[in-house]
């Protein structure tokens, strides 16, 4: 089957991704067939999807506060950026849907793609467990993963919270050394916790040095 080359994944039970693949309208249509819509699977989809994310956030480098890691997941699992992986998987054109919903373009709309994707994921992990669904996340997720840790990343922010876990700590900044022409100065700074060197970076802006340091100072902690 292409869709389950494309998922990377052969399902031993295929009656899990044939449910994955029917929508409430379908089954609705069809209810003296006894067939069931994929809407029970969107829900454990959902969690399942959400772990992982979160593990993989979790696993980064990046040392994220839990407040930014909870908007990230919230923004990798939202129903647009499911829509688009459906699109990659090309689910729309495997969907069950039923007559009106066909007509009226449901095998395009984001919010039944989403859906889909969820319920897809989680037949994948009834029929295969974790594993199958954690490498289908890595290789279709995880450089958007990285790439908006990344750029979320206030090292300064994530010190100070892990800092602040403990009353009566001191955290501090020091610009330790300037060099360079103007047009190329590069600052040396160190970061103090209660008056011991932690962590210590260099960067074309204080600020940016500041960060350098504080991601030393993670490392260590």
Same mark, same amino acid.
């Given at each position: 089957m292409a869709l389950q080359e494309r998922l990377g994944y052969? #399902? /031993?039970d295929?009656? #899990?991704l044939e449910v994955a693949l029917t929508h409430s309208s379908y $089954?609705?249509?069809n209810k003296s067939s006894g067939i069931d819509s994929n809407e029970r699977l969107e829900f454990l989809g959902d969690s399942v999807l959400g772990m992982i994310v979160s593990s993989l956030l #979790?696993? /980064?480098k990046s040392q994220l506060p839990e407040g930014r890691m909870t908007k990230l997941r919230a923004e990798l699992v939202c129903e647009k950026s499911l829509a688009s992986l459906a699109r990659e998987f090309g689910l729309g054109e495997h969907l069950k849907l039923g007559r009106g919903e066909d007509k009226g373009g449901g095998r395009r709309r984001d919010s039944i793609l989403a859906d889909a &994707?969820? $319920?897809v994921i989680a037949a994948m992990y009834l029929d295969g467990g974790f594993e199958p669904v954690r490498k289908l996340i890595i290789g279709h997720l995880v450089s958007d993963i990285r790439k908006?840790?990344?750029e979320n990343t206030d090292y300064k922010t994530a010190l100070q919270e892990k800092v602040q876990l403990t009353q009566g700590q001191s955290l501090s900044y020091n610009t330790v050394a300037e060099s360079g022409p103007d047009h190329l100065k590069v600052f040396s700074v160190? &970061?103090?916790l209660n008056g011991r060197r932690i962590g210590f970076g260099e960067g074309r802006s204080k600020k940016g040095a500041e960060q350098a340091a504080a991601m030393a100072a993670l490392e260590i902690l």
């Amino acid at each position: 089957m292409a869709l389950q080359e494309r998922l990377g994944y052969c #399902f /031993s039970d295929i009656a #899990f991704l044939e449910v994955a693949l029917t929508h409430s309208s379908y $089954a609705n249509e069809n209810k003296s067939s006894g067939i069931d819509s994929n809407e029970r699977l969107e829900f454990l989809g959902d969690s399942v999807l959400g772990m992982i994310v979160s593990s993989l956030l #979790f696993e /980064s480098k990046s040392q994220l506060p839990e407040g930014r890691m909870t908007k990230l997941r919230a923004e990798l699992v939202c129903e647009k950026s499911l829509a688009s992986l459906a699109r990659e998987f090309g689910l729309g054109e495997h969907l069950k849907l039923g007559r009106g919903e066909d007509k009226g373009g449901g095998r395009r709309r984001d919010s039944i793609l989403a859906d889909a &994707v969820e $319920a897809v994921i989680a037949a994948m992990y009834l029929d295969g467990g974790f594993e199958p669904v954690r490498k289908l996340i890595i290789g279709h997720l995880v450089s958007d993963i990285r790439k908006m840790a990344q750029e979320n990343t206030d090292y300064k922010t994530a010190l100070q919270e892990k800092v602040q876990l403990t009353q009566g700590q001191s955290l501090s900044y020091n610009t330790v050394a300037e060099s360079g022409p103007d047009h190329l100065k590069v600052f040396s700074v160190e &970061v103090l916790l209660n008056g011991r060197r932690i962590g210590f970076g260099e960067g074309r802006s204080k600020k940016g040095a500041e960060q350098a340091a504080a991601m030393a100072a993670l490392e260590i902690l």
